[in-house]
């Protein structure tokens, strides 16, 4: 049997494994796409996590080829598939060699890359050959430093040149970074078939909240300060302040669930906030032509999690300098502000993150070329702000004013004509 090119070289700690939450990342380009496609497992096992999420995420319509591990037998991963009952029998393939593989539209590595950076290449241009036009190639590698140096650099270096996404797994022995990387151009209007990527990195409190990685990294910075205040000053009461303070800071990154609307003609709230103003105007930096502009400010009590108003790709992402006036004044106009364009079935669309008094730090993590489902998460600004949603003027028409208290993903603000 010709083995698999995913790199299985074990660390000096032993083997790295991937974990449910890692493999739910790992699968996650196959279960936000909803028309039917065809998906590719490399490496797997009966016992693999990543076949388990896999086949959870397949949908009717889907087929899923499944490559054995070097470690595991054709035969019994036959078997394997078979006990999980007709539905998953009839969608799932198992073949002998990666060689019987067809072109896919997700490609997923049911194993972690962890050898050098030539091996790690090596492993990805073998997967390259199995993407179809516009596909996703999905690996991990461990992220604790010194255990796969190489097969990391190799990635990184991927990623630069043809990621869409990466995340950070905590939650698995060891942590792993997952690479989502597309090698040759999607559609845009393919963005309309997609759901709201599954992001790990925020840590779950109920079935409809999370906290944003950002609030858990402020919340330990916050109680690391009250630890070294009771450390250094025992007899004071200073230490009381940070330590109260995390909770409400964990709070402002506050992530939670929300049900987007699935009429394909509305354009929902990139933030919550209330409406500052809802105007026309002309902005060459983004075209000829008129844009409506729909302006949110937000609080430091709102949400700070930022959504993409319509489905597209994001096809540029540039931050204009300028200063840190309040977001709720005219001077505002000039703040430092990061803006994401993207490509629609309708024409571009630009939502500009800006700073204001207070928020100073924006966070972007949409890459140029990524998709974007209507509602999906793509960034934050710490500590509230404002954010604009510039939209072509003659093709949509606005539904809230200036004062109206809006919800990001799932208020509606306009409505393409």
């Known amino acids: 049997m010709t083995q698999s090119p995913a790199v ?22 196959l279960a936000r796409i909803n028309d039917p496609k065809a998906a590719l497992l490399v490496g797997a096992t009966p016992e693999s996590a990543v076949l388990a999420a896999a086949i959870d995420a397949l949908l009717p319509g889907d087929t899923l080829t ?9 035969a019994t991963l036959r078997t394997h598939v078979t006990a ?68 990391a650099a190799e990635l990184d270096r991927q990623g630069a040149l043809y990621g869409v996404g990466t995340d950070l797994v905590l939650r698995n022995t060891p942590p792993l970074r997952v690479y989502r990387l597309r090698l040759t151009p999607a559609d845009a209007a393919s963005a309309d078939r997609l759901a709201p990527a599954h992001r790990p990195s925020s840590v779950p409190l109920t079935r409809g909240m999370h906290i944003d990685s950002n609030g858990v990294a402020a919340a330990g910075i916050a109680l690391g300060l009250a630890a070294v205040a009771r450390l ?42 209330r409406v500052l103003s809802v105007q026309r105007m002309h902005d060459e930096r983004f075209g000829a032509g008129e844009w409506l502009r729909v302006a949110v400010f937000l609080s430091v009590l709102d949400v700070h999690v930022n959504r993409a108003p319509v489905a597209g790709k994001v096809v540029d992402y540039f931050v204009a300098d300028g200063g840190f006036a309040n977001a709720m004044k005219p001077a505002a106009e000039h703040n430092v502000a990061a803006y994401t364009v993207l490509d629609t079935a309708r024409g571009t669309v ?40 510039y939209l072509p003027a003659d093709a949509a028409e606005p539904l809230v004013g200036p004062g109206d208290k809006v919800v990001g993903g799932a208020t509606v603000i306009a409505r393409w004509r």
Do not use: M, N
């Not at 299985?8 to 380009?29: H, N, Y």
């Open 8 to 29: 299985r070289t074990p660390g000096p700690s032993g083997p790295v494994r991937i974990g449910e939450r890692a493999a739910r990342t790992l699968v996650t380009e």
């Open 66 to 74: 499944l490559v054995p591990a070097a470690s595991a037998d054709p």
């Open 84 to 151: 999980q009952g007709r539905w998953v029998a009839d969608r799932v393939r198992v073949v002998d060699t990666l060689a019987e593989a067809e072109p896919a539209a997700v490609v997923v590595a049911g194993e972690p890359l962890t050898g050098t950076a030539d091996e790690a290449r090596a492993a990805v241009e073998g997967l390259t050959k199995y993407l179809a036009e516009g596909a996703v190639l999905s690996v991990a590698t461990a992220a604790t430093p010194g255990r796969t140096a190489g097969a």
């Open 232 to 273: 250094t000053r025992p007899r004071s009461k200073l230490w009381l302040l940070p330590a109260l303070a995390a909770g409400p800071v964990a709070a402002f990154f506050r992530d939670p669930e929300r049900d987007v609307p699935e009429d394909p003609a509305a354009v929902v709230a990139s933030a919550d906030g």
């Open 350 to 389: 630009v939502v500009a993150q800006r700073t204001g008094l207070i928020a100073r730090r924006i966070v972007q993590r949409a890459p140029i070329g990524a998709l974007l489902a209507r509602g999906e998460r793509f960034g934050l600004i710490r500590f509230g702000s404002r954010t604009d949603v």
